[in-house]
């Protein structure tokens, strides 16, 4: 997938359905200019394994519902980490200890972190 507004449209249906589920803290980076593995990064976290689970499982079934199949998922059954690789996207959902531990943001910090609200509006503009 290389259409910039379609990967943008994504990342606004992946949002919604972490929101849905309640995740706490979503980020988006992007880090098309400093990594070749993906376009974007998108972070949260949730309070406990079962909301962990329901997020990743809510997000893959909308992204597939959107023509964006998982390509590989990491971390489900202990659900203190789960990735979730869709390719230009991968989606990161943390507890609360292990978001803290990791700090991606810092990690990543060379890419440029996106109001979700473009996401959302770009998102919007498509129904």
């Avoid at 991606?104 to 060379?110: A, H, N, Q």
Wanted: with cysteine; glycine share 4%; charged share 30%.
């Amino acid at each position: 997938m290389t259409d910039v507004s379609s990967i943008q449209t994504l990342v606004g249906t992946a949002i919604l359905a972490l929101e849905d589920k309640k995740a706490e803290d979503i980020r988006v980076i992007d880090i098309s200019k400093v990594s070749v593995i993906a376009d974007y990064f998108i972070i949260a976290n949730g309070n406990n394994v079962s909301q962990i689970q329901a997020m990743a499982d809510e997000v893959e079934e909308k992204l597939y519902k959107a023509g964006c199949p998982l390509k590989q998922k990491e971390g489900y059954t202990n659900a203190n980490w789960v990735l979730l690789d869709f390719g230009d996207i991968i989606i990161h959902i943390f507890d609360r200890e292990n978001r803290l531990f990791y700090d991606l943001e810092r990690i990543w910090r060379d890419g440029v972190l996106i109001d979700l609200d473009e996401f959302k509006n770009s998102k919007n503009e498509r129904k």
